[in-house]
C-alpha cells in the first residue's frame, strides 16, 4: 500500500525558481526520506529527517516535517535545469522495515 | 568502488517463461528490497530480506520469488504466474534505519 502521496503531481517552473513539493502521509513514522529520480534511472536518495525533527537542510534543499498534521514538504531552492526529475517522498518505521513511496512529482526545470 | 548493480538493463520474456533478475552490492549491507514501477507511479515492494536466508513478502509477491543465499545476491525470478509483468524493478539496499541505496534499475517487457 502507498502510504505518501505527493502534491502537486506534476510542476513546472522557470530555472532559478523555488519548487515546493509536498508530502502526505496515513500512519506513524520513524523517519521520511526524499528521492530524486531521473528518467530510466535508479533512485537517489535525497535526504532523511526523522520523527523528532522539524527542519532539515542540505545545499539548496530544505524538508520540514509536521507529525501533527503528518506532513512534509521539499523546498528546492534556485533551480536548475538539471533539476529536472521526478520526487518521491517515503517514510519508513524504525530497522531495516521497507520504505513505503508515494506516487511522486515531476518536476520540469525549463532554462 | 561499492555500489549496488542489476542486471540486465534491459529484458524481454516470452508468454509463459520464468526470467531471474539479478541484484548485487558490496556495500556489506544486511538488508535488500525489490520494488516494482509501473508508468508514471510509484514504487510498490515486491519482497525483502532483512539477512541472509530469511526474506519476506511485500505487498505484490504474487507471480515473484527471491532468495538470498549470499549477502550480497538478492535475485528476483519472475514466474509465469505473473500475469502483468511489464515494469520498471528497482533493486535496493540498506544498513539500517536509513537511506537505501538503489541499482540502476531493470527493464522487462513481455514480448
Known amino acids: 500500500s502507498q502510504q505518501g502521496e505527493e502534491d502537486p503531481q506534476a510542476l513546472s517552473i522557470q530555472e532559478g525558481e523555488n519548487a515546493t513539493m509536498n508530502c502526505s502521509y496515513k500512519?506513524?513514522?520513524?523517519?521520511l526520506q526524499w528521492y530524486r529520480q531521473n528518467s530510466g534511472r535508479g533512485l537517489v536518495h535525497l535526504i532523511l529527517i526523522r520523527s523528532n525533527e522539524r527542519e532539515k537542510h542540505s545545499g539548496r534543499l530544505r524538508v520540514t516535517l509536521d507529525t501533527s498534521k503528518k506532513s512534509s514538504s521539499l523546498l528546492i531552492t534556485a533551480s536548475r535545469a538539471a533539476d529536472t526529475a521526478s520526487y518521491f517522498c517515503a517514510t519508513g518505521l524504525s530497522g531495516n522495515t521497507p520504505l513505503v513511496f508515494g506516487k511522486g512529482t515531476r518536476l520540469s526545470v525549463i532554462a | 568502488d561499492g555500489g549496488i548493480t542489476q542486471s540486465p538493463k534491459y529484458l524481454f520474456r516470452k508468454e509463459g517463461q520464468n526470467v531471474t533478475l539479478s541484484c548485487e552490492q558490496n556495500l556489506n549491507h544486511d538488508a535488500m528490497y525489490w520494488y516494482r514501477q509501473d508508468p508514471g507511479q510509484g514504487l510498490r515492494l515486491i519482497y525483502y530480506s532483512q539477512i541472509v536466508n530469511d526474506f519476506q513478502k511485500g505487498d505484490i509477491a504474487e507471480g515473484y520469488s527471491v532468495s538470498r543465499e549470499k549477502k550480497e545476491s538478492f535475485p528476483l525470478t519472475v514466474t509465469s504466474a505473473q500475469k502483468n509483468p511489464t515494469a520498471f524493478y528497482l533493486c535496493?539496499?540498506?544498513?539500517?534505519?536509513?537511506?537505501?541505496?538503489f541499482g540502476p534499475g531493470t527493464r522487462l517487457t513481455v514480448l
Open positions: 535496493a539496499s540498506s544498513l539500517e534505519a536509513g537511506e537505501k541505496f
Open positions: 500512519t506513524s513514522i520513524n523517519n
